[in-house]
């Protein structure tokens, strides 16, 4: 057999498949044909056709099926028991045939499925509502619609822990698209159910309880505020000592979801030993892990001077820093940088603690990095300004005055600018340490605001000091030398 005739017989077994699935979906449509659709045993044929290579293929062999099963419950077991739901919930996730499956109407037929007493046929359906609802706000929509949601509250409370997992997965895929489908779960009174299960020792069930109250905190104050009031404090903190990994991260996201939103929020979580309890996880753990934790410190630290104190004085920042030298994800580094920066913006004192652990020579090595990533560097540039700009620990400053590029050099000058007028002591150590005559060097544009800050430094020093550090003012001299006749 040549090639050819090969691929001609292919190409006829695809389209014979094409048109047997096609010919199902046109008959499912219509009442008078369903009895003899039965009777051929159309509901196996179907099955391995929903696994097919071509997706048209599998598009339309879920279409019939779901046509046979919403056509009455008798039909609609059949395809249950057929073992139909698992290949559907595989399918799924390939392409868009949750789509397909609501279309169908089979969604008020999964429905039906929730209630059955077995729990397998409760699992199977979660499954296909989960992978329908996780797509977009519309098929999400859709099963709210079809009025699973009250019935997956109800199957988080069945005994079998893996039928309660995928039901709080299912919620949390429906909670996550918008804040009035969040609303939807948390009026079905899921909150306080999923708050009841976060000490459960099952860490694939903890894994996705938290992840269900944080889709639903992280939309308003209003919904964080109701998953604070299941009482998940401190309970909730358990979750970061966690041997999962997955536990630990879900948890810090469920408390940085939480903490983002208000500063009346992350004072609470500060008062019950949150803030403390996420820093010793950001030190336990490596990678991925870690990102949460670092977003929620710098949302704490960026709502209010006190609460910055807060992050200070439970020892957030060597972590912090830690993060920016040991991770080798840049949006890690890019957490931290952004952090430490919420950190020391607030006043002179928060800059202190922040500069005092080393941190600007790090940034801004990050921030020159052709390596680093455009996000990186610009959220490096942004927290050293944020903390330049308040920081008037001068012995911080001054090594970076050597390196600096002209866009950080302005906000390192000015600085010292605005320190060195009234400081006697910060004048001499100044030029003793090489300061002053560093500045003499930076070529600033006439007029602009870095020759401002150059002069006012200038301006704290006797003309013939500054003379003597000037560029060029050795050869001035040496020439000076040369010329000089002595008095004989």
Not at 216 to 238: G, M, Q, R, W, Y
Not at 415 to 427: C, M
Not at 454 to 470: D, G, M
């Amino acid at each position: 057999m040549s090639q050819r005739q090969v691929l001609q017989v292919f190409e006829q077994y695809q389209r014979a498949r094409t048109q047997f699935v096609q010919g199902v979906a046109d008959l499912a449509a219509r009442p008078q044909s369903i009895e003899t659709l039965r009777s051929a045993g159309v509901v196996s044929l179907l099955r391995p056709l929903l696994l097919d290579v071509v997706p048209s293929v599998r598009q339309t062999a879920a279409l019939g099926l779901g046509r046979l099963a919403d056509y009455n419950v008798d039909l609609a077991e059949a395809v249950v028991k057929a073992g139909i739901l698992p290949q559907l919930v595989r399918s799924l996730p390939e392409e868009n045939l949750a789509q397909a499956v609501v279309q169908s109407g089979a969604l008020e037929t999964l429905v039906i499925c929730l209630e059955d007493f077995d729990p397998g046929v409760k699992e199977g359906a979660c499954w296909a509502f989960d992978y329908i609802a996780r797509h977009n706000p519309e098929l999400s929509q859709a099963v709210v619609e079809a009025g699973a949601v009250p019935l997956l509250v109800l199957c988080i409370q069945e005994p079998e822990i893996a039928l309660k997992r995928i039901a709080a997965s299912t919620l949390s895929d429906i909670s996550k698209h918008s804040p009035e489908l969040a609303q939807t779960v948390v009026d079905a009174g899921a909150i306080a159910h999923l708050a009841q299960m976060i000490p459960n020792p099952d860490a694939k069930l903890k894994r996705q309880v938290l992840s269900a109250l944080s889709q639903i905190a992280k939309h308003s104050v209003d919904l964080a505020e109701l998953v604070v009031e299941a009482e998940i404090f401190p309970v909730v903190l358990t979750c970061l000592k966690d041997s999962d990994e997955y536990v630990k991260k879900n948890g810090a996201t469920l408390i940085r979801e939480i903490a983002k939103h208000s500063p009346e929020l992350s004072q609470l979580i500060v008062n019950s030993g949150g803030v403390a309890a996420v820093i010793d996880c950001i030190g336990s753990c490596r990678g991925t892990v870690r990102l949460p934790g670092i977003m929620m410190l710098g949302y704490v630290a960026a709502h209010s001077e006190n609460l910055s104190m807060a992050v200070i004085v439970s020892k957030g920042i060597p972590p912090l820093c830690a993060c920016l030298i040991e991770e080798h994800e840049d949006h890690i580094k890019a957490a931290a940088a952004w952090a430490l920066g919420q950190i020391g913006r607030h006043t002179a004192e928060h800059a202190r603690h922040v500069a005092g652990a080393n941190v600007l020579p790090t940034l801004l090595d990050i921030y020159v990095d052709t390596r680093s990533s455009e996000d990186l560097k610009m959220k490096a540039k942004k927290a050293l300004k944020n903390i330049l700009q308040k920081c008037t620990h001068l012995p911080a400053l001054e090594p970076l005055l050597h390196d600096a590029p002209p866009s950080i050099m302005k906000h390192i000058i000015g600085q010292f600018s605005k320190v060195l007028p009234h400081d006697s002591k910060a004048r001499r150590l100044f030029v003793t340490t090489g300061g002053l005559k560093k500045v003499q060097e930076i070529k600033a544009d006439a007029g602009s605001l870095l020759q401002e800050y150059i002069n006012a430094i200038n301006n704290c020093y006797p003309e013939e000091i500054v003379r003597y550090y000037s560029p060029g003012y050795s050869e001035i001299l040496l020439e000076r030398v040369e010329s000089y006749q002595p008095v004989l």
